[in-house]
């Protein structure tokens, strides 16, 4: 897991602009550990902040800038390189324990798996 954030940290990264009611931001996509929705918006959250915005959580599962992304629950995606920890009911990603559908459990340890192979971002 160590070897897999390192790798990616030291590579260029895609970016995303948020756009929330009194800012507009642009973020590196590596930097988000996971996405939520909260209150019929999204949040995104970084090591250092949480950036609400309007937008369905379809949509970022979509877009090919997160495809390292996992859907754990109905209302989460994780970064995959930020996911240090699964259990039986819930993820921990950037420290913070999210829960994890037992339905996508199966499909979020293949996919982690998978961005462990790759080692890219």
Excluded: W
């Excluded at 240090?84 to 990603?93: C, S, W």
């Amino acid at each position: 897991m160590d070897r897999v954030l390192r790798v990616c940290r030291n590579r260029p990264s895609e970016t995303v602009t948020l756009r929330s009611k009194d800012l507009i931001r642009v973020v590196e996509v590596r930097r988000i550990t996971y996405v939520e929705v909260y209150n019929h918006d999204l949040v995104y959250h970084t090591e250092d902040e949480a950036l609400e915005v309007r937008g369905k959580l379809s949509s970022v599962e979509e877009d090919p800038r997160f495809r390292n992304f996992i859907k754990v629950s109905s209302s989460h995606l994780v970064n995959g390189y930020y996911v240090t920890e699964i259990g039986q009911e819930t993820v921990t990603a950037g420290g913070v324990k999210l829960p994890l559908s037992r339905r996508r459990r199966k499909e979020c340890m293949t996919r982690m798996a998978e961005i462990a192979g790759k080692g890219t971002m």
